[in-house]
């Protein structure tokens, strides 16, 4: 409806903003539709369905947080660039809670393909290569460090943290050191097959 103005993009970023205010899980087709006071019928001619409006959100969330990413990596190695990356989720998923959801979202390979989510991975490695780590040690220290910043994130903002001291801007700031030591020290960890059993 030219009347509305509605895009695809248009929709997209409605869609952004309803996730940050109501939840992520809770965005469709029908609620974006009310935003813009027209019919849902009309939505479909830009947006297939309310699963395709989820993947562009969480296709736009990707890109915003990659751009904040590198804006933040620039000119930055080893803690620093650590510390820079895991505070943009953080800050990120603070600011935009629905969206931050949404870029776990589970896209198709194709989407995925196509998602900023490989200028992520490639961000992780670059830092990585800091710590001068090779294969396949680089992988696990990207699952370790996606694991550590999603999860905390994740328990954060559930309130998990927030019923205790000390305050848990503190723990973040203890769990980075000892995230930039352990990759600093990766190559004293045993191979697995050296491991007691």
Request: glycine letters at 6%; charged letters at 25%.
């Amino acid at each position: 409806m030219v009347r509305a103005g509605l895009t695809p993009e248009r929709l997209t970023h409605a869609g952004a903003e309803l996730a940050d205010e109501v939840g992520f899980e809770e965005v469709t087709v029908s609620e974006v539709a009310r935003r813009f006071d027209v019919k849902v019928a009309s939505l479909y001619s830009h947006v297939r369905n309310s699963r395709d409006l989820k993947a562009r959100i969480a296709l736009l969330s990707l890109e915003e947080l990659a751009d904040r990413a590198a804006d933040a990596l620039a000119g930055r190695a080893g803690k620093d660039a650590l510390i820079a990356l895991a505070d943009v989720y953080r800050d990120y998923a603070r600011e935009h809670p629905g969206r931050y959801a949404a870029a776990q979202f589970r896209l198709t390979p194709a989407e995925a393909a196509a998602s900023a989510g490989i200028r992520h991975s490639q961000m992780t490695r670059a830092l990585l290569r800091g710590y001068d780590l090779p294969e396949p040690d680089q992988t696990h220290a990207v699952r370790l460090l996606g694991s550590v910043f999603h999860g905390y994130v994740d328990l954060e903002l559930a309130g998990g943290f927030s019923h205790s001291a000390p305050d848990s801007q503190e723990s973040w700031s203890r769990i980075l050191d000892a995230l930039d030591t352990l990759l600093r020290n990766w190559s004293a960890v045993p191979p697995e097959g050296a491991r007691e059993k």
